[in-house]
């Protein structure tokens, strides 16, 4: 069992970024994929950013260029680096993992999910 614990989410400006970090529970973090979902009221909730227990990343075409996602093994945790925000990135975000330890967009593919974190971006 593995256990997920998000921070960092916040209220910021449009343009201005922020950083989340997901905690993991268990000595088998290294062999898990991590991801970042998020979910906006009245939406599903959607991929946005993967990285595999090799270091290997997957993004959104929403988030590209813009979110960056890395995994510190030492901390059992995974980060996710948001610059350049816009109000369309507001939502709820969850951090995932896959025992499988491959990138994965599809949410299915997650066994453990975090309570998530709240990001605002005001206009």
């Known amino acids: 069992q593995v256990q997920l614990v998000e921070s960092g989410g916040g209220l910021v400006q449009a343009g201005g970024s922020l950083r989340l970090s997901c905690a993991a529970s268990?000595?088998?973090?290294?062999?898990?994929?991590m991801g970042w979902f998020r979910q906006a009221p009245g939406t599903e909730r959607e991929f946005v950013a993967a990285?595999?227990?090799?270091?290997?990343?997957n993004y959104a075409d929403s988030v590209k260029g813009r979110f960056t996602i890395s995994r510190d093994n030492a901390k059992d945790t995974v980060y996710l680096q948001m610059n350049r925000l816009k109000p369309e990135d507001t939502a709820v975000y969850y951090c995932a993992a896959d025992r499988l330890g491959m990138v994965a967009g599809s949410r299915q593919r997650y066994d453990y999910w975090g309570q998530g974190t709240q990001v605002t971006v005001s206009s």
């Open positions: 268990g000595r088998t973090f290294r062999s898990y994929a």
């Open positions: 990285i595999s227990s090799g270091g290997s990343t």
